[in-house]
């Protein structure tokens, strides 16, 4: 399996201010998603970080509100932008190693308070 | 796109009893349904997966089963423990990406 850390673990923002999370692997992966669980929710996946490419957003996300970057295999930025109290959430990055496996791990998370 | 359905919702079962967890999917093209474990304030724990050329899946006291006609998995605990109590959600993967069910919070009293 993949160890895949976040930075910030958590953190308080005043609405209209942007949060950048990042999410940093300690292999080569040829997937990694970012995903937000609302408070007692379930994992609702955000978009698909792609390397070298715009990120493929699902349907209610859009790039001006969760720009992502993917510069190589192996780390992956989440922008929350122009937060709103409805942003307070869990951000989780996750990753698929790829290969015959397709397992899907998670990163601890980021805990996010929009004030 | 995949959509997840997983029932129950909650469940409550005494030590040592079975749970079981069912789940359906929409996408036939889905071929990969993992299991996660999440704790409170902990993050998503891959417990078992099963792929869509097998029909079940076992390792010690938890067991998956898949019916790709009926498009539904469904996650067996035996011999619960206190220890299994946290919410545990199923996903399906087409298209490369995994969708979740909405979760099932379980409960073991001992």
């Known amino acids: 399996s993949a160890v895949i850390s976040q930075k910030p673990s958590r953190d308080i923002c005043q609405r209209g201010t942007s949060l950048t999370i990042q999410c940093q692997v300690d292999?080569?992966?040829?997937?990694m998603f970012w995903y937000r669980q609302q408070p007692g929710q379930s994992l609702t996946l955000i978009a698909t970080?792609?390397?070298?490419?715009?990120?493929?957003?699902e349907s209610g996300f859009v790039i001006d509100k969760f720009p992502i970057s993917r510069p190589n295999l192996t780390f992956s930025t989440l922008t929350v932008s122009n937060m709103s109290p409805e942003d307070s959430s869990i951000y989780l990055c996750?990753?698929?190693?790829?290969?015959?496996?397709?397992?899907?791990?998670f990163g601890p998370g980021t805990r996010l308070t929009v004030t | 796109g995949e959509n997840v359905e997983q029932h129950p919702s909650t469940l409550s079962v005494q030590e040592g009893d079975s749970a079981v967890i069912k789940c359906t999917y929409s996408?036939?093209?889905?071929?990969?349904f993992p299991w996660y474990k999440q704790e409170l304030g902990k993050r998503p724990q891959l417990i078992i997966d099963?792929?869509?050329?097998?029909g079940e899946k076992k390792d010690q006291r938890i067991a998956v089963t898949l019916n790709k006609t009926a498009k539904h998995f469904s996650l067996h605990i035996t011999e619960t423990q206190p220890e299994d109590s946290a919410v545990y959600f199923c996903a399906a993967r087409g298209g490369g990406k995994l969708i979740f069910g909405q979760g099932t919070e379980l409960s073991v009293k001992p």
């Open positions: 292999s080569q992966v040829t997937m």
């Open positions: 970080a792609n390397q070298g490419s715009e990120a493929t957003y």
């Open positions: 996750s990753v698929n190693t790829g290969g015959a496996s397709h397992e899907q791990y």
């Open positions: 996408d036939s093209a889905s071929n990969y």
């Open positions: 099963i792929r869509s050329n097998v």
